[in-house]
């Protein structure tokens, strides 16, 4: 199983960015799929989630109304879009099958100005 995250990077507040994360090794549209992130010092966090179908998703409150997370099944690829990025939002991002666990390697977020 690998999940490789890509297309962080820095922005300036307002920005956008679309993060993908590339699956194998496993039938991807079979499983639910996940965006985390974590800051310095800080917990990680859930901030998105999408079922295998892509059908349903869930996204945290506080990145609800800027943050879309999608998928496509045929590409084996899992993207979260990132529309008016706060300073807050910088992280390191990762990706997550939640069913088993795997994580990718994450990919950086910084919102500065």
């Known amino acids: 199983v690998q999940l490789v995250e890509s297309g962080g990077g820095l922005v300036q507040p307002g920005e956008s960015l679309r993060l993908s994360c590339a699956a194998s090794g496993f039938t991807f549209s079979s499983f639910a799929m996940s965006w985390h992130r974590q800051a310095p010092g800080k917990e990680r966090e859930l901030v998105a989630s999408i079922a295998s179908t892509g059908g349903q998703t869930k996204l945290a409150d506080s990145v609800k109304g800027r943050f879309t997370i999608s998928r496509d099944n045929a590409k084996n690829t899992v993207y979260l879009q990132m529309n008016s990025l706060k300073p807050e939002d910088t992280a390191m991002y990762y990706c997550?099958?939640?069913?088993?666990?795997?994580w990718g390697q994450g990919t950086q977020v910084t919102v500065s100005s």
């Open positions: 997550q099958r939640p069913s088993y666990n795997d």
